[in-house]
């Protein structure tokens, strides 16, 4: 069963919630800026993060009618729409971005929810998957959101996202810090370190996926794979094979 919208708007109001919410918008800011001049769908409860595509021509937010759906607004105008997971109301091909967070862990189905966002999605779109980290201590706390449904390991977000038709192209993590309120204050250290020391203990896990192969673009300085523009997140290597990303996602993993 769904999280209510009354806990998740709860959640974000309080300090744990409001640091998930600074973590992701981190890595979403290195991802895709501030979407400009894109359509952009976030599916799940998207909210918190919504307001930083300044640059985007429309946004909208999809709320499944199991978890209920609050008035969130975008220039004057409410943008919050109810919605069945499995038969989303937007015609094909509708949005450049689309964002998932806190869609796919309690979806009664979601490779169907996902196949229903990949239709809505332009053919040169992204999409982003944040999800709770299987083995992360988020996952285990029930006072939070992350610790309901089921939590994805980055091979079982690769093999979702393929299984739809896309192709996984960059992934990142978050929330190294225990979700316990006296050792918040270390989050932004732990943000650092915890990729290199302890990159199992991540309570978010983000998945960047496309239909659109990219050319490669030589870097300068370091041997990194890079877009001309915003550099995303880390280059995802085809989980079966482990070979090279096969299309260049960003540079490496940018350090908060």
Not at 165 to 171: C, H, T
Not at 174 to 182: I, Q
Request: positive net charge; glycine residues 10%.
């Amino acid at each position: 069963m769904r999280r209510s919208i009354d806990e998740l708007r709860t959640f974000y109001g309080e300090p744990t919630g409001a640091l998930a919410r600074r973590m992701l918008a981190r890595r979403l800011d290195d991802a895709w800026g501030e979407a400009n001049g894109c359509d952009v769908l976030g599916l799940g409860y998207a909210t918190p993060w919504l307001d930083a595509f300044i640059g985007a021509r429309r946004v909208i937010a999809a709320m499944p009618g199991a978890q209920g759906a609050e008035q969130w607004t975008a220039g004057g105008r409410n943008r919050t729409v109810l919605i069945d997971e499995r038969r989303l109301p937007f015609a094909a091909g509708t949005f450049d971005r689309i964002l998932l967070v806190h869609a796919l862990e309690e979806a009664d189905d979601p490779k169907a929810l996902l196949t229903e966002a990949v239709r809505a999605l332009a053919p040169s779109g992204r999409v982003i998957l944040a999800a709770a980290a299987r083995g992360g201590l988020w996952a285990r706390a029930e006072a939070t959101p992350f610790g309901h449904g089921r939590p994805f390991t980055r091979g079982q977000l690769e093999r979702l996202v393929r299984e739809v038709g896309l192709e996984p192209v960059a992934w990142s993590q978050a929330l190294y810090v225990p979700p316990w309120r006296p050792l918040l204050g270390l989050a932004d250290g732990l943000e650092q370190v915890g990729p290199k020391l302890f990159p199992g203990a991540a309570g978010l896990i983000m998945l960047e996926a496309t239909r659109q192969a990219y050319a490669r673009v030589r870097p300068r300085g370091l041997a990194q794979t890079v877009l001309a523009g915003r550099p995303a997140l880390t280059p995802s290597p085809a989980a079966r094979d482990h070979a090279p990303a096969s299309h260049p996602m960003g540079a490496a993993r940018k350090q908060p």
